[in-house]
């Protein structure tokens, strides 16, 4: 190239030539707008196109849009991982746990309690089996609570059948990914835990699809205090309407500390906040 463009700058630079404002196309309506893939606005829980993780939805059956799930939003994101990637995301989190445990021995925890790292390491991968596509998040829940899980995976199992004999329709993978300490609870509290749900969300067309996109739900408590809050809320829409619409409004009102309200039972059992029977 000529080297005079670069003796004008130099020359302007240092003052011995005015400097010149850059050139610039006059605007028009049918001037092209370039955006860069970072500045797209790409929907909640998706990453961009990639040819590698397409061919790998592609051999594993998955159907959709042109992009590679989230594994942090969406838990099938789990069958696109290379056994290489799984491998060293199993090792990271098992290693994340050995030493938030490791932490708490110094608080008041007995050194007893610190489980070997190997067996650690083993049964939050037969976690994984038990619950395909499901992925251990250490922020989601303490380490200690982890450990628990990945030290009895019987216990374990009989929790997961519990969940299914409860929620048949619900995608147990994404729901417990969301709330991983519902694998805590004991299989009969599952059981009479769903019922009364179940109860308070008689009214659904898909009691198990809102149970899954706000798996707290699965808490009787929390279930009729959202339901009361909703109706507090929006005095003319049915609660249970405004959930199915709108599951992630509890999200949002979270986010924001909206208080949701308190409630209670009576002495039939019945769920009751200050507006009455939740279900009046």
Known sequence: SSPRPRLMACLACHGILPRMPPTRAPPTTRSPILITLSQ?????????????????????????????????????ASVLETPEKGDRRRKRVAQEVFEGVQRKSKHGMTPAAIPDFAQLSAGLAQLEVLLPGFQPNVEAMPARAWVSLAMDMPTVAARLAAFKAAYPAMDLSRALMR??????????????????????????????????????????????????????????????????????????????????APVWQDADGNWVGQNGPDQD
């Open 40 to 76: 797209q606005r790409m929907p909640r829980g998706f990453m961009p196109r990639d040819p590698i993780r397409q061919g790998m939805r592609a051999a594993a059956g998955i159907e959709g849009p042109g992009y590679g799930l989230d594994p942090e939003v969406d838990p099938r």
């Open 179 to 260: 709330f991983p300490r519902g694998m805590l609870r004991e299989p009969q509290d599952i059981l009479r835990d769903a019922t009364q749900v179940r109860q308070l969300l008689r009214g659904a067309k898909d009691a198990d699809k809102i149970v899954q996109e706000v798996p707290e739900l699965m808490e009787p408590r929390t279930c009729a205090s959202v339901l009361v809050s909703l109706r507090m809320w929006w005095r003319n829409t049915d609660p249970i309407v405004a959930l199915e619409r709108d599951p992630d409004i509890v999200r949002r009102a979270q986010e924001m500390d909206q208080p949701f």
